[in-house]
């Protein structure tokens, strides 16, 4: 792209002219910095247009970003020319295939929809081959005809094989114009994949093609012999190949590479640009198709080295990845612009320039439909008419094209300026053209528009089970289809592969549903904490995984505060009640923090290393709240052993239940359609009654309802519920006071819900419900933490405790009866003195501050409390009909 | 063809009924006796004979489909204990494609019969509604392959599931996922 003026980049090296005798204060030193100072300034400049052109939403919601970057560069090449008088920059090939298209390919590659390219392979492949053999031909021979035919002008000295050579590299469709234009048309992914899929796999057609026929022509077609012919296709079989060994062998590299960084994570990012690019160079070095290399390196090894590299390295990969891409892309635009300034080399040929326009159309149109006609029989989901629109509407040419037509060598394709102009108009019809109207077009079609949402859990999971059951039946028809080698390929990649290729520690917790899992409850646990914390104010529970949440915009801390505030605050009689309302909130809210937060110590230590980001604090904290929760979980074990069960498991066993039924209440009211306002203490407290006593929820729930809106009256009677909601989930026969309720291991094991567990769990499930049972937060929360826990502890390195714990219970109570046990375990004087305190102690409040060690032991409390033993609080809500209408 | 089969117009029956053509009938009547041992009839136990399918994690449920009487359409609930080759057929036919000359209201009722299917082996005990519990053992089941997840992952997971279900669910009547 850069200076491509020889004189510029010869004289660079010399010393700097007019170097005076002696030692001057300051030298003009242009020339040693011009070829940087020029790549730096081009960037620059296009980057800042990028600025001027978002800057107007209304221009580039119709104008495609790439047509307005041509446009840009067309006037400043037009200015470049008025100045210097001759066009000083272009396009130049050899700096667009070694430097500006790696990266796009590579972004493409590596963040492409992997499972939605496999799927679609057949189609993909069948229109990159196929499609874009006949569009070359097609072309260049009707081209030729016309030449035949007598339209053309003179001077078009050309012969078929020039013909076919100019059809060969105008005919492939360019992945860059594509995915630049396809990517603000947002169509849905099939779609979006097919066509991009074709742009970047046709590499492989149109390089043998144009090499073939470049050959030929330089030959001369009397000396081609039949066995050139031959060549050309075997050529193409090892050019598309072997492209793509390369790649793979790169990415099989890569992986193996990442897999041993774990010392050097300042650097992780750097392998995967490094091979990436060395693939592409290693493909072009034996004129393989390097665009395949890239695309396959990229597709590869991204499920490995994701799993390899730590997690900044995986956002630093994702940007840097993104800017290269982005800019190369801004570059290209902005110099296919300048370089249509640049007259001398056009020679226009009105009947050559239409002819190619309207065949590359004509011929596109009827590729794809002939082939699609013929891919429907075998598709399961067709593709439609208006697909087919899209689909041949679609097929952008662009730099590619531009850059191989540059490469001919003008004495030997005689009519190489004819077919520049041509390419250039091309270019720029499609880019622009095309480019403007398919948004539009889009629309009125009403092509199926991608939903952009978030993965979903239960999709991840339906998804597998899908899988698996399509494989399943393929193996009991006997059929060896697609899903068949793909389940095949999966076991392969389970046993061997990731365990070649991933960390130990990344293996044993690969499986997609965790991590889709876990990014949810990431997720999840940001934006608890980012709404600060009033997420436990049950109607403010707004999690983002949920898709149907409201608009987040209001969930600043302030706000959240504010409303809170005034909407309790309007009866002055009610102040100290409300007071000790908030107060409790705020208690719990910092007991769940407390126990499941990691809490940073405030030792810093100030030091810089070029080589680590400060001593990796992620493992320390890792570390830490493994440690934490190994000593929980002994102090439980010691607890449990001597069967003591204490006050303080009541007061665990209390908190519990608020929190569970907090958040039932929050699912039970969404239903309702009411705006979360407040939802206070109080249905809180009926909703404990509801999860209690099954029998009665029917009219307990109602209660709730009707309790919801008269706000701050049943304050009082909160309590009292609160504490017959834990009189009847601990043990009914013990006196109210929370504070010295004896241990009664038998009647607690009668009553606590986890122990009555042994098969029949729908005992706290009517049978009008729905049984969408919502779970409490905290299984959420625990397995967030415990998923970042294990990373710095293999799962199998856990069972220490666990087991000993276990030791009694027969192997299938494994699972159940440790965890609910350490709910048992109140170990921290903090909590036992904060039930009494909770009626109305201000200072509560502020001990999140004050302390922010305190408590320590506590640490990991959810992680290890009662995932099992929460979820089995099974609260139902009282949506009978809704999820379940069958 | 067996010798229940024999008659051309049976087939032509058969053929009506499940929707496959004649060829397919036959390759899945070939691929029936083989998995029987040449019996008129499957049995749990003939699955075994399958040994791509011994490492599918849910295989059990996959082969519990096969003899969910709701499926075969019998009964609404309870399981067959054994199954004749029409019955193979009736399964099999839950998992045809769809055909283009099909009508939005075909579509519509094929769909849902696929979902039904779904459903079914999700919902194990035959009450019309998928629990927790049920959950549980689908997602525990799904996850069995990876020895390093525990069970109680599982757990969490399918109750993230179940709770995001949930949520996804309300406001609209209709779940996207439970049409049932």
């Known amino acids: 792209m850069q200076p491509p003026t020889g004189p510029a980049l010869a004289s660079a090296p010399e010393s700097p002219p007019g170097a005076a005798p002696g030692s001057p204060l300051l030298r003009w030193q242009w020339r040693e910095v011009q070829a940087p100072c020029l790549v730096a300034g081009w960037i620059l400049v296009a980057s800042l247009a990028k600025i001027v052109f978002q800057l107007s939403r209304k221009v580039t919601s119709v104008v495609p970003e790439s047509c307005l970057l041509i446009l840009l560069g067309l006037g400043l090449g037009g200015i470049v020319l008025a100045i210097a008088k001759r066009a000083e920059y272009q396009l130049e090939p050899s700096m667009f295939f070694l430097f500006l298209l790696p990266p796009i390919v590579l972004d493409s590659g590596y963040f492409m ?34 030449k035949q035919a007598g339209l053309m002008d003179a001077g078009v000295d050309a012969g078929l094989m020039d013909f076919l050579l100019f059809g060969s590299l105008i005919s492939a469709v360019d992945p860059v114009a594509v995915l630049a234009v396809f990517e603000e048309v947002h169509i849905n992914e099939t779609l979006f994949i097919i066509v991009f899929g074709e742009s970047l796999l046709n590499d492989a057609v149109t390089v043998v093609l144009y090499k073939v026929f470049n050959s030929f022509v330089e030959m001369g077609p009397a000396h081609v012999q039949a066995t050139d012919y031959l060549k050309g296709v075997a050529s193409f079989f090892v050019v598309s190949l072997g492209g793509a060994a390369v790649g793979l062998l790169f990415a099989f590299l890569l992986a193996l590479i990442t897999r041993f960084t774990k010392r050097v994570r300042i650097i992780e990012p750097l392998f995967v640009f490094l091979l990436a690019y060395m693939a592409y160079l290693a493909a072009e070095m034996v004129s393989l198709s390097s665009i395949l290399a890239v695309t396959f390196c990229g597709i590869c090894c991204k499920k490995y080295v994701e799993a390899n590299i730590s997690r900044k390295s995986r956002t630093t990969v994702k940007y840097t990845m993104k800017t290269l891409a982005s800019s190369s892309e801004t570059v290209i635009f902005m110099f296919l612009g300048i370089s249509a300034v640049d007259t001398s080399k056009w020679a226009w040929d009105t009947a050559l320039v239409l002819g190619t326009l309207l065949f590359i159309l004509l011929f596109r149109a009827v590729g794809v439909i002939l082939q699609t006609w013929v891919l429907n029989r075998f598709r399961l989901t067709p593709l439609d008419r208006i697909d087919q629109v899209v689909m041949s509407y679609g097929g952008l040419r662009g730099a590619v094209a531009f850059a191989l037509v540059i490469l001919l060598d003008g004495d030997k394709v005689r009519a190489k300026d004819y077919f520049v102009a041509t390419t ?32 979903t859990l239960n999709e991840e999971l339906h998804e597998h089970a899908f899988d698996h059951i399509l494989a399943a039946v393929e193996d009991v028809v006997g059929h060896h289809g697609y899903r068949y080698w793909r389940d095949r390929w999966e076991q392969f990649d389970k046993r061997y592969l990731s365990q070649l290729l991933m960390r130990k520690s990344a293996y044993r917790l690969k499986d997609e549903i965790w991590d889709v899992y876990c990014k949810l409850n990431i997720r999840d646990a940001i934006s608890f904490v980012d709404q600060g914390g ?10 983002p995984s949920m898709p149907s949440r409201t608009s987040m915009s209001e969930s600043s801390v302030t706000n959240l505060l504010r409303e809170s505030g005034s909407g309790a605050c309007l009866d002055l009689q009610v102040i100290d009640t409300v007071r000790s309302r908030r107060d409790k909130e705020d208690a719990v809210m910092h007991h769940v923090l407390c126990g499941s937060l990691y809490k940073p110590r405030r030792r810093y230590k100030a030091s810089y290393s070029r080589h680590f980001i400060s001593p990796s604090t992620q493992e320390r904290q890792d570390k830490e709240i493994f440690q934490q929760n190994m000593k929980r979980r002994l102090e439980t074990f010691k607890s449990t052993k001597h069967n003591v069960c204490s006050a303080k498991s009541k007061a665990r066993l209390k908190k519990d239940g ?11 009211e969404l239903p309702n359609g009411k705006p979360p306002r407040s939802v206070t203490w109080q249905q809180t407290a009926a909703a404990v009654l509801v999860a209690v ?9 109602s209660e709730t309802e009707k309790e919801e809106d008269e706000g701050i009256v049943f304050i009082a009677r909160a309590t009292d519920a609160i504490l017959q909601g834990k009189k009847a989930s601990g043990s009914l026969d013990v006196c109210p006071s929370p504070r010295i309720i004896p241990p009664s291991p038998t009647s607690a094991e009668r009553e606590l819900p986890w122990k009555g567990d042994r098969g029949d769990l729908a ?3 009517s049978s009008e419900t729905t049984k969408i049972v919502p779970v409490d937060m905290q299984a959420a929360w625990k397995q967030s933490i415990s998923s970042l826990e294990s990373v710095a502890s293999p799962p199998g390195a856990e069972p220490g405790p666990h087991a000993k714990t276990v030791a009694g219970p027969a192997p299938e109570e494994r699972q159940m009866m440790p965890e609910p046990r350490t709910c048992f375990q109140f170990p921290n004087p903090l909590l036992r003195s904060s039930r009494p305190q909770s009626a109305g102690s201000p200072e509560r409040t502020e001990q999140p501050e004050l302390q922010p060690l305190m408590a320590p032991d506590e640490q990991g409390r959810m992680s290890t409390a009662a995932g099992p033993g929460n979820s089995r609080w099974l609260i139902q809500f009282n949506r009978p009909t809704r999820f379940s209408d069958g | 063809m067996g010798s229940s089969h024999s008659m051309p117009e049976e087939i032509q029956e058969l ?16 691929r029936f006796k083989q998995i029987s041992g040449d019996q008129p009839t499957l049995r749990k136990e003939s699955f075994d004979r399958i040994p791509d399918l011994e490492f599918n994690p849910i295989r059990s449920k996959i082969v519990r489909a096969f003899f969910d009487k709701r499926n075969l359409r019998q009964a609404p609930d309870g399981l067959a204990d054994e199954i004749n080759f029409e019955d193979f057929l009736t399964i099999m036919s839950y998992f045809r494609p769809i055909e283009m000359n099909m009508d939005e209201e075909q579509l519509d009722h094929f769909r849902k019969e696929k979902l039904k299917f779904l459903f079914h082996m999700y919902d194990s005990d035959n ?7 049920e959950y549980r053992k689908v997602v525990e089941e799904l996850l069995s392959r990876n020895p390093h997840l525990e069970k109680e992952s599982a757990r969490s997971i399918a109750d993230g599931a179940m709770m995001e279900a949930a949520s996804i669910c309300v406001g609209q009547m209709v779940g996207p996922l439970w049409v049932v």
């Open chain 1, 113 to 146: 929809p992997s499972r939605l390219f496999f799927d679609n392979l057949g189609a993909i492949l069948t229109y990159a081959v196929i499609g874009t053999l006949w569009n070359s031909f097609a072309t260049g021979a009707a081209l030729w005809g016309l």
């Open chain 1, 693 to 701: 006593d099954s029998d009665d929820e029917e009219s307990d729930s």
């Open chain 1, 658 to 668: 608020r929190k569970k039924q907090k958040k039932s209440a929050a699912n039970a």
């Open chain 1, 534 to 543: 009033h997420v436990l104010s049950a109607s403010r529970l707004t999690l």
């Open chain 2, 15 to 30: 053929a009506d009924k499940t929707g496959f053509t004649l060829e397919q009938i036959e390759h899945l009547h070939r």
């Open chain 1, 424 to 455: 250039i108009v091309v270019v720029f019809f499609t880019v622009l053209v095309q480019g403007l109207t398919i948004k539009p077009l889009v629309k009125w079609l009403k092509v199926k528009r991608s939903d952009h949402h978030k993965p």
């Open chain 1, 763 to 765: 005992v706290y499930i």
């Open chain 2, 127 to 133: 009450d019309g509604k998928i629990t927790l519990q």
